[in-house]
């Protein structure tokens, strides 16, 4: 189980999911864009805020417990929406879904996965699901339904990749799509056959090469091959009225992904959206983009106890997630701490991720003489 793995902060399951996967896939998970100079401008916005312990504070018990959209959650963290899933490991996304569920954690459904989102559900747990909108609108509004349908309460709509970001490595690995085999990403995967057998060896036991779910059986195609017209996601003629649509579709909670200036959170508000994810998608997007723990307060100040503040890329210790917290976010999401877990042990290591990253949030909560999360936010610690 998850305690079996002799991995002790999420750099260990960093490390050994480095060295089971082949180096384009991941690149494909790991890296940044262009220069890359996000990645670390969201480690050293972390690392530059330290705190002010209280002291004889009676410690003993210490429940980070809160509520999200009206439920409770054993910590102020769900799982982000990840595509890559189902390359990391065979059928990624639902080990991923039940880690999420026996830690009590939500869980949220890209709408880039390898898995039918009905296929995800059966895991159980608590649903959110993740939007891409495609080329072909009605596409995305059936997907919407169907996740409805499927029991996600909350519908999160990526909104900071208008349009493809710059990637070029995987130009130069050919691990992008559709993926393309050629003489150095060949000899890579043969290097790595704990993953070639653990992974593709078992995709093609069952079925093949995973394709794109989440589209009408005419339009779905493999990773190796492009995608139909149609089936492209297509984001940079998207605007507010199109928010607006979902929303008046959407009967559910309705977050909107990707917002880094207080301006868009409070259109957001006006809108009718219910949260936000203060997020520079982990580095991914915008080489540029300021950190996301760095936009939270002027966004919090706009917006606070208006709607639900989430905060994601670059959580990476639960000193970290007490960060987020203290500046004013109700919730994280965390993406590739959980991936690094999944590519190093399946869903044992996903468990092991989220134990290492709540048990971390509870010893950092004890030094710093919090008991709880409204202590964490009243008792000015930075």
């Avoid at 079925?207 to 059986?217: E, R």
Wanted: charged residues 25%; neutral net charge; aromatic residues 6%.
């Amino acid at each position: 189980m998850a305690g079996d793995l002799a991995c002790y902060n999420i750099a260990d399951l960093r490390e050994r999911a480095r060295r089971r996967l082949p180096k384009g896939i991941w690149e494909y998970l790991e890296r940044g864009v262009e220069d890359e100079t996000g990645m670390a401008r969201n480690r050293a916005s972390f690392d530059a805020i330290t705190f002010r312990p209280r002291i004889l504070r009676n410690v003993e018990k210490v429940d980070p417990d809160t509520s999200i959209f009206g439920r409770e959650t054993p910590l102020p963290m769900a799982l982000a929406p990840t595509g890559a899933a189902g390359l990391l490991w065979y059928r990624g996304d639902l080990a991923l879904a039940r880690a999420a569920a026996k830690a009590g954690l939500p869980f949220t459904i890209s709408s880039a996965s390898t898995m039918d989102l009905e296929d995800i559900a059966k895991a159980g747990g608590r649903l959110w699901f993740q939007l891409y909108m495609w080329e072909d609108r009605s596409l995305s509004h059936a997907v919407v339904d169907r996740a409805w349908a499927a029991g996600c309460e909350a519908l999160f709509v990526t909104l900071d990749m208008a349009v493809p970001p710059n990637r070029e490595y995987i130009h130069r690995s050919g691990f992008g799509t559709p993926f393309r085999l050629n003489a150095r990403n060949t000899l890579d995967v043969l290097a790595h056959p704990r993953w070639l057998a653990g992974t593709m060896g078992r995709y093609a036991l069952d079925g093949g090469v995973p394709s794109q779910a989440n589209l009408p059986d005419r339009l779905r195609s493999r990773i190796t091959k492009g995608a139909p017209p149609g089936a492209l996601f297509k984001q940079d003629n998207l605007d507010w009225d199109g928010i607006a649509e979902l929303r008046s579709r959407w009967p559910g909670k309705l977050v909107l992904k990707g917002m880094l200036h207080p301006a868009d959170a409070e259109r957001a508000l006006a809108i009718g959206a219910d949260g936000i994810v203060v997020s520079n998608h982990g580095a991914r997007a915008l080489d540029s983009s300021v950190a996301a723990i760095d936009a939270l307060p002027d966004i919090v100040s706009a917006v606070g106890g208006k709607m639900t503040i989430f905060l994601d890329s670059g959580i990476r210790r639960g000193s970290d997630i007490v960060k987020a917290v203290e500046r004013g976010a109700d919730a994280v999401l965390v993406g590739r701490a959980p991936l690094y877990g999944l590519s190093a042990a399946g869903e044992a290591g996903v468990l092991r991720a989220l134990d290492l990253l709540g048990s971390e949030t509870r010893r950092s909560m004890a030094l710093l003489g919090a008991r709880n999360i409204d202590e964490l936010r009243t008792l000015d610690l930075m």
